[in-house]
């Protein structure tokens, strides 16, 4: 800090912030302000700065009509023991009001009880008595299901109305422990409220200055977000490049200019992904391997049945990327404010045109960076074996004057119909992605086990079983469709276990995990037939487990 003296001048300056560059887990924040110098040495003073302002980052510089030498620049943190403790009176008074209505509900579910327990005692003294007037006909047969049903109905009362209130109860708690944990950062010695700025400067005559601080906070981030709108008619992608920003540094950020950097200073709607089909001799016994296979089936499902079955296949669809998961995150209000795009070296800033308003509460804040039209091509990719539809991808390529996209999470619309989200890796200018557009029922896929044959002679002193399959793919839509098919056979983790492909119409090879891949185009209202058989065999006292087809 600056020790006082009363020859110099000391003037507290008021500032406003024009500037903020965000970037990945801090922000560079810019400050102006103007000072009247008398030609003496002055103390220039800033205050308020936030508490998360880091020291060794302030920068200042200046400019007027004469020269100043800056002879020092330094820093003061500020505690508030007048604000911390009306905090904490605050605070504990909030506790205490908590405290009664927790009490109050408490009252309630005790009278609830004794209510409860009213009824209860009723009804076990007069259990005896219905059933003796009955049996006399003193009493009706309606009569008795009225005092039945009005004893049903005052339990369902009791029971629902002590669950609000115990479920009111536990939220009370949640804010309770909430507040405790205030009171305890409050009463942490030395609680630091702002930092205040002291520049020391030596003008070469009076006039006026207008002084630059720059200085770096934390508790400030931004995300890249994407919003696809792909049109299956003219093939194209509308991209919507958008950044969600949030901070919590303790200003706000009213009307500055704002610029996002991927500088550092100082991860639904995907097709199922095949596993490998692995068959052994069993380690257990035959019935626990056949409760687990009853658990563990794969199903060649309808689209109509796939909501419904999600649980049931979820370990068989493994997905690469995240499904729908809160819509909600996809909806907050966005500003247009297209920007410049620039690079340097693998540094991408976007300076925004407009001006922005960025509240220090954490609150997420949408922005459009810019927004464009990409061309795309449709293939789909289909994996009978796990599900009998095919799923629609778009092959998107970035332009080779466009910016680079950078990683995150993508909402993507399909014919204005929102159908998930997904993750844009890094895509720099000229580079392509794949977008994933979920089923297209537009493809009927039928897959049937058309032959399972046992050959009654041992071969080589084994049981020879074979499979043979025919798939047929039906092109509904209005044009030709790009098809990738995965098949797949069971891999042997036994040596005495063989598999092996015997033909495929049309021919392929598998892969070492016995994927089958073929690459198909069918035409406009065409079918293609597919065809693939092969053989499993084992020693004849074996039991193979795993081979559920």
Known sequence: MIESDLEIDRQTLESRIIAVTVYKKQALVTRTAKAELTGEESVLIINQLPVTLKPESVRVKGSGKIPVRLLTVNTEKNYSTESIIERQTQIERQ??????????????????????????????????????????KNMSLSETLDLVNFLGSQYSEYAIATGEYKS??????????????????????????????????????????????SYVVTGATWTPLYDL????????????????????????????ALTLSTAKPGLGTLPPQLKPWYID?????VAVQQKRRSLSRSYSMNPDDYEESS?????????????????????????????????????????????SNILSDGTPHKTTIFHDDYPCCFDYVTMPRLVSFAYLQANVKNSLNGATLLPGKANIFRDDVFVGTTKIANTVAGEEFKLNLGIDEGLKIERELVERQVDKKLIGNNRKITYTYKLVITNLLQHEANLKLFEQLPVSRNE???????????????????ILSWDLIIPFEGKQDIFYQFTVEHPPHFTVVGLDI
């Open 229 to 256: 709108r792909v049109d299956s008619v003219s093939h194209s992608v509308y991209l919507s490049y958008l950044a969600e920003i949030s901070q919590n540094s303790g200003e706000d950020w009213n009307n500055v």
């Open 281 to 285: 001799k069993p380690a257990v016994p």
């Open 95 to 136: 506790i205490k009001h908590l405290e009664a209505q927790k009490r109050n509900l408490q009252a309630q579910v005790d009278a609830l009880s004794l209510q409860s327990k009213f009824i209860e005692g009723l009804r076990e003294k007069a259990e005896e008595q219905f059933s003796v007037s009955l049996a006399r």
């Open 311 to 355: 649980e049931e296949i979820a370990f068989s669809l493994e997905m690469a990327e995240e499904e729908t998961n809160n819509e909600s995150e996809a909806l907050i209000g966005a500003e247009s404010l297209n920007g410049k795009v620039s690079k340097q070296g693998n540094v991408v800033t976007f300076k925004l045109k407009n001006k």
């Open 496 to 514: 005495q276990i063989k598999v092996r492909l015997s033909r495929t119409s049309p021919q392929i090879n598998p892969s070492e995990m016995g």
């Open 168 to 213: 009111q109860q536990k939220e009370i708690d949640k804010q309770i422990e909430a507040l405790k944990l205030q009171l305890q950062s409050l009463q942490t010695p030395n609680s630091t409220s702002d930092f205040s700025l002291f520049i020391a400067i030596e003008p070469a005559g009076s006039g006026e200055f207008e002084l630059e601080i």
